[in-house]
């Protein structure tokens, strides 16, 4: 009997190993990203006729709940895209598993990726990783600018001023074209944090990331910097159109002379965009400042908990084609974003293009914060920065106050 | 219903009686069940999540006591939000009543068109909320808004509504009075036509003005449409959430919480930072408060009034 159960068992065990395995796989919608990944999943399952790739996806808005909310009800996907901000929350509910470093050596890791990818590495292991990398920087309209009479985009921010400022038209609290398409809750409080910051000669938090930094003279000088362009220079003014993505809208509608956005914007402002426009990178302090700053970020992909025997194997499988060089060339032209490897960001014919070159040389000395509450360390700057813009706060005292505020989350999550 | 006797045997007539009420009780079940299951069940749990520091990405959910709720005590949001909404709530709905009972009255007086006039003040209450919201946040909008081209054409000065915090409550709440009006029309409406017309006769013959009449007749006997609308008026600014959601989609609550509620400030919690226990605790002071203005409400503003 016991032999019998024991062949039983064993014939199973057989038939599950040949048995076709189908795995899911989670992201938010976005319509460039679904398509890439269908098209992706198509090679996958030609290269490997056992495994089955589910796509499913959730609105933008709805997607860090709908993925937090699995986690208690142990659903959910095998392997899920997730902003690498987040990883934190999610490696310490034990939700990602440690991606085995047989397939993917910690070592090799650290040389091969763009450094921001280093916020992914937690108590020495890699849970997730990327596909692609975004860095931010400056998208202006060359027809703006050509009707101001500037012939090139802003190197130093005094320029930066200056260009806007003969771009302007109109007066506050009715303009009609911004310099600059100045939004604190679109990517203005990262280039605040990340790059004013540093660029003033502060650093923004400590090396483990536990304890702000920033409440400093370089932080509330970065401050009075970032509010000066509304206030002070009068170059725009947030909101100016209504919506989710007010500055990316009105510049797009060719109302705005310059914005800040990062990569991910470039596929939508070049659907949509109906002038002549271009990128550059972030400006510096002075013309000879060495510190040049940017604040990088990106989406990665992990594998869950939920993973276990045939599914972690096949799982493990997808994650390397995913984060594989044919992967992340594909990705950069049907996506648009920059590869998470070196030594494909290196490509000279990308560093040379006029859209991706200024992101992609902004990579080496991109930082990426590690967020452990990214909704409440983000209210911690709007909410300062808004003090400075409508009630006259003075910025070393909104500086103060954010820095409080985002210690106190910090400290909350730590603290246990 | 009727019960043929030839299809139905001869019973007593108290069995037949029986058989309809447990007809009844088993109707009036299932719903009930589902109430107990979707609703009562949800906020017994909510009252017992309320004592845990339940994060929903944590491992362990440790019991906590009343810990959330001293929390709450010291929250300067949660104090800003429990002001809002009571802003909301007092300026709101009597806004509403008001302008619903003027609306309703006028149209009582006039006869041609008058159903164009209706459908056109409750258009409103059947658009769908985030349209409207998104539609006016570009008519309050600083830069492109009619409503401040309006302004400028009047000589005054441009205003910045929603991206102002002293002005963000008034013009979000601008926003919900001007939704709900067609349905307080409505009820003003069915009010009125339930007055009898004789009252007014013999207040005309007798001489009484046409103030007299309406202090004296008509708003005493609207009141049990006066306590319903209060009541379910307050019960839905209490609640209020898709307009402030909306209106400032990208600092929700904002600019500085001048707009957040309650219940806005539950979801944030809630669904973005995922403190369940911390959000079943506002939960449960909300449904307190809810519960508590409900009764006083009742208690004290229905009056029976006959003539």
Same mark, same amino acid.
């Given at each position: 009997?016991?032999?019998?159960?024991?062949?039983?068992?064993?014939?199973?065990?057989?038939?599950?190993?040949?048995?076709?395995?189908?795995?899911?796989?989670?992201?938010?919608?976005?319509?460039?990203?679904?398509?890439?990944?269908?098209?992706?999943? =198509?090679?996958?399952?030609?290269?490997?006729?056992?495994?089955?790739?589910?796509?499913?996806?959730?609105?933008?808005?709805?997607?860090?709940?709908?993925?937090?909310?699995?986690?208690?009800?142990?659903?959910? %996907?095998?392997?899920?895209?997730?902003?690498?901000?987040?990883?934190?929350?999610?490696?310490?509910?034990?939700?990602?598993?440690?991606? %085995?470093?047989?397939?993917? %050596?910690?070592?090799?890791?650290?040389?091969?990726?763009?450094?921001?990818?280093?916020?992914?590495? *937690?108590?020495?292991?890699?849970?997730?990783? %990327?596909?692609?990398?975004?860095?931010?920087?400056?998208?202006?309209? &060359?027809?703006?600018?050509?009707?101001?009479?500037?012939?090139?985009?802003? =190197?130093?921010?005094?320029?930066?001023?200056?260009?806007?400022?003969?771009?302007?038209?109109?007066?506050?609290?009715?303009?009609?074209?911004?310099?600059?398409?100045?939004?604190?809750?679109?990517?203005?409080?990262?280039?605040?944090?990340?790059?004013?910051?540093?660029?003033?000669?502060?650093?923004?938090?400590?090396?483990?990331? =536990?304890?702000?930094?920033?409440?400093?003279?370089?932080?509330?000088?970065? *401050?009075?910097?970032?509010?000066?362009?509304?206030?002070?220079?009068?170059?725009?003014?947030?909101?100016?159109?209504?919506?989710?993505?007010?500055?990316?809208?009105?510049?797009?509608?060719?109302?705005?002379?310059?914005?800040?956005?990062?990569?991910?914007?470039?596929?939508?402002?070049?659907?949509?965009?109906?002038?002549?426009?271009?990128?550059?990178?972030?400006?510096?302090?002075?013309?000879?400042?060495?510190?040049?700053?940017?604040?990088?970020?990106?989406?990665?992909?992990?594998?869950? &908990?939920?993973? =276990?025997?045939?599914?972690?194997?096949?799982?493990?499988?997808? *994650? &390397?084609?995913?984060?594989?060089?044919?992967?992340?060339?594909?990705?950069?032209?049907?996506?648009?974003?920059?590869?998470?490897?070196? &030594?494909?960001?290196a490509d000279p014919a990308l560093r040379k293009d006029p859209v991706f070159g200024p992101f992609v040389a902004s990579l080496p000395y991109a930082s990426s914060t590690v967020f452990v509450d990214e909704a409440g360390q983000r209210k911690a700057w709007v909410d300062a920065i808004n003090t400075v813009l409508l009630q006259g706060n003075s910025p070393a005292n909104a500086v103060k106050a954010a820095a409080t505020s985002e210690q106190k989350v910090l400290d909350d999550y730590y603290k246990k | 219903m009727t019960a043929s006797p030839a299809s139905v045997p001869l019973r007593r007539p108290g069995s037949l009686k029986r058989r309809q009420t447990i007809t009844a009780y088993t109707f009036l079940l299932l719903p009930l069940l589902f109430f107990l299951i979707v609703r009562f069940l949800p906020t017994l749990v909510a009252l017992r999540l309320s004592l845990y520091d339940w994060n929903i990405l944590k491992e362990v959910q440790p019991y906590v006591g009343g810990k959330n709720y001293s929390r709450l005590v010291q929250d300067a949001i949660f104090g800003k939000a429990l002001v809002n909404t009571a802003l909301y709530t007092l300026i709101g709905v009597p806004a509403q009543i008001v302008l619903g009972l003027g609306v309703a009255l006028l149209l009582g007086k006039i006869r041609a068109l008058q159903g164009l006039f209706r459908a056109l003040y409750f258009a409103p209450y059947v658009t769908p909320i985030v349209a409207a919201a998104w539609v006016w946040q570009w008519l309050f909008s600083p830069q492109f808004g009619p409503v401040n081209t309006f302004l400028i054409w009047l000589h005054l000065p441009p205003q910045p509504f929603l991206t102002s915090p002293g002005q963000a409550l008034a013009t979000t709440t601008a926003l919900v009075v001007w939704q709900n009006l067609g349905f307080q029309v409505v009820l003003f409406l069915a009010g009125l036509s339930a007055i009898p017309r004789t009252f007014y006769e013999a207040a005309e013959i007798d001489g009484a003005s046409g103030s007299a009449a309406f202090w004296k007749i008509t708003l005493p006997l609207l009141n049990p449409t006066i306590v319903f609308s209060v009541v379910t008026g307050t019960i839905s600014y209490l609640q209020l959430f898709t307009q402030v959601v909306n209106l400032n989609f990208t600092d929700q609550g904002g600019p500085l919480g001048s707009t957040m509620t309650v219940a806005l400030y539950i979801y944030q919690m809630a669904f973005g930072r995922f403190q369940m226990g911390y959000a079943s605790a506002i939960t449960v002071v909300l449904f307190v408060i809810i519960l508590v203005i409900t009764l006083l409400q009742l208690r004290f503003l229905t009056r029976r009034v006959d003539y």
């Open positions: 009997m016991k032999k019998l159960l024991t062949l039983a068992l064993g014939l199973s065990i057989a038939s599950a190993a040949a048995a076709p395995v189908t795995i899911t796989y989670w992201q938010y919608d976005y319509a460039s990203k679904v398509t890439a990944i269908n098209e992706l999943i =198509k090679k996958f399952e030609a290269a490997n006729p056992d495994i089955t790739v589910k796509q499913e996806n959730f609105p933008y808005d709805a997607y860090s709940q709908k993925v937090a909310s699995s986690v208690p009800a142990g659903q959910g %996907p095998d392997v899920v895209n997730l902003y690498y901000g987040w990883l934190p929350q999610y490696v310490d509910a034990g939700y990602l598993q440690p991606l %085995p470093t047989k397939d993917f %050596p910690t070592v090799l890791t650290d040389a091969t990726y763009a450094p921001m990818v280093k916020t992914a590495k *937690m108590n020495g292991k890699y849970y997730a990783l %990327p596909t692609a990398v975004r860095t931010l920087a400056v998208f202006y309209n &060359k027809d703006l600018f050509k009707a101001a009479g500037i012939k090139t985009p802003p =190197k130093t921010w005094d320029e930066f001023i200056a260009d806007a400022g003969k771009i302007v038209q109109g007066a506050p609290p009715r303009y009609t074209t911004l310099g600059f398409g100045i939004q604190p809750d679109g990517q203005d409080y990262h280039v605040l944090r990340e790059v004013l910051v540093r660029q003033f000669g502060g650093q923004p938090y400590s090396k483990d990331g =536990k304890t702000v930094t920033y409440n400093s003279d370089a932080g509330a000088k970065a *401050m009075a910097f970032y509010t000066d362009l509304q206030t002070k220079y009068k170059l725009g003014v947030p909101n100016f159109f209504p919506g989710n993505n007010s500055y990316r809208d009105a510049f797009i509608a060719g109302k705005v002379g310059m914005i800040i956005d990062g990569s991910f914007a470039v596929g939508t402002i070049k659907s949509g965009a109906k002038f002549d426009w271009g990128v550059a990178q972030l400006p510096v302090l002075t013309s000879n400042a060495k510190e040049k700053d940017n604040f990088g970020s990106y989406w990665v992909n992990g594998i869950t &908990k939920n993973a =276990k025997g045939d599914k972690l194997a096949a799982s493990v499988k997808f *994650m &390397k084609f995913l984060t594989s060089a044919e992967t992340q060339r594909y990705w950069l032209q049907n996506v648009g974003e920059i590869p998470a490897s070196r &030594k494909l960001a | -």
